[in-house]
């Protein structure tokens, strides 16, 4: 969704979750989230959106600390960062997270101390950590798993 306004992104979002929720093989209150870098900051962007949805994982994306959009938010989060993220620092995790717990929020946030921003993606040569990688994979497959139980 590069170069797409925000606006088309949201609608687009929208329309993506209405779709799966319409699908006679998909249980509207078990939808999640996921999404790495811009596709994490997506992932959040639809929990603030859509009050129904059961999950929501957010892997070094954009964050949002204003308290008046973040009260909209009912999935619980798991979010993986790095600390050598120059992008979205620790210190922004930290203040989402506060935020988040104030709030009354379902929230798990791990923080990589020699991770950095795309640490995850193998193709991030320089910056790939196989061992933080597949930590936060099984993190988060763990984390659906519960949530998204029956």
């Known amino acids: 969704m590069r170069g797409v306004p925000e606006d088309r992104a949201k609608r687009d979002l929208h329309a993506a979750f209405e779709y799966l929720a319409s699908l006679p093989t998909v249980k509207p209150d ?3 989230s996921i999404g790495w870098c811009m596709g994490g900051g997506y992932s959040l962007d639809l929990a603030l959106q859509e009050p129904t949805l059961a999950a929501d ?3 070094y994306g954009h964050l949002a600390t204003d308290t008046e959009a973040l009260k909209k938010i009912n999935a ?6 790095g ?13 989402f997270g506060a935020a988040l717990d104030q709030l009354g929020k379902k929230i798990d946030v791990t923080i ?3 991770a950095g921003h795309a640490f995850e993606n193998p193709n991030n040569k320089d910056g790939y950590r196989a061992d933080d990688a597949a930590n936060a ?8 798993a519960k949530t998204l139980k029956q």
């Open 112 to 114: 990589y101390p020699d």
């Open 57 to 59: 994982v957010i892997n």
């Open 76 to 81: 619980p989060i798991l979010g993986l960062f």
């Open 137 to 144: 994979w099984q993190r988060t497959v763990d984390f659906l």
């Open 83 to 95: 600390a050598q993220d120059h992008g979205i620092t620790p210190d922004d995790v930290k203040k």
């Open 30 to 32: 078990r939808i999640g």
